[in-house]
């Protein structure tokens, strides 16, 4: 289990556009589609991280609790499901559906949305704002598969409680820690 921190794509920036398949739906899905009114979550995940079987619980208890506030929630698996199987498109629409995803579980084959998010690990969160521009990214809380931590998802919900009061998030931004995404070769 690899420590990989992520890339931290600069504030202000606005969310890149895709359109990826859902693996439970089995539609295609855009980010237009998807976003929140408040805001939006794009979260890179996969079923076989450590550090994302560690946290599922809580993102899930995120989504429920702050859909009902206005956001729309997005997970990415961009993993390269030839070398890495257990992340491949069939297993994803098995593990949404054992998780109780309330948020779309999209494939990303050719990786070019983790590319142009600059995603490096899972999980690596992004929060942006009613008009699609980057407010936060980084990691979900302290908590991390053997440190003891709770998992209690602080750093995301005060990320998600600043849009919803409207006011800026002064808070630190630490870099979320995961396995790196398995890349193409």
């Known amino acids: 289990m690899a420590d ?8 202000g920036t ?6 990826l398949p859902d693996t439970v ?5 855009s980010l237009n589609a998807l976003k929140g009114s408040k805001g939006t979550v794009i979260m890179f995940i996969c079923n076989h991280c450590p550090f994302v079987i560690h946290i599922n619980k809580e993102i899930v208890n995120i989504a429920n609790a702050y859909a009902e506030k206005g956001f729309g929630f997005i997970a990415i ?14 297993k994803m629409t ?14 990303d084959e050719s990786q070019g949305v983790a590319k ?6 899972t999980p690596d969160f992004y929060v942006f704002n009613s008009d699609l521009k980057l407010t936060y990214r980084g990691q979900l809380d302290d908590s991390r598969p053997g ?4 998992v209690t998802g602080k750093d995301l919900r005060q990320a998600l409680d600043c849009l919803v009061e409207t006011k800026e998030n002064t808070a630190t931004q ?10 193409k070769s």
């Open 94 to 107: 098995l593990h949404a559906q054992n998780e109780n995803y309330p948020f779309p579980y999209l494939y």
């Open 147 to 150: 440190n003891s931590q709770a």
């Open 116 to 121: 142009a998010y600059d995603a490096a690990c």
């Open 77 to 90: 698996s961009s993993n390269d499901a030839i070398n890495y199987p257990q992340d491949g498109p069939e």
């Open 4 to 11: 990989t921190p992520s890339n931290m794509l600069p504030l």
């Open 174 to 183: 630490k870099p979320s820690i995961g396995c790196s995404i398995k890349w």
């Open 25 to 29: 739906s089995g539609t295609t899905l």
């Open 14 to 19: 606005k969310a890149p556009y895709f359109a």
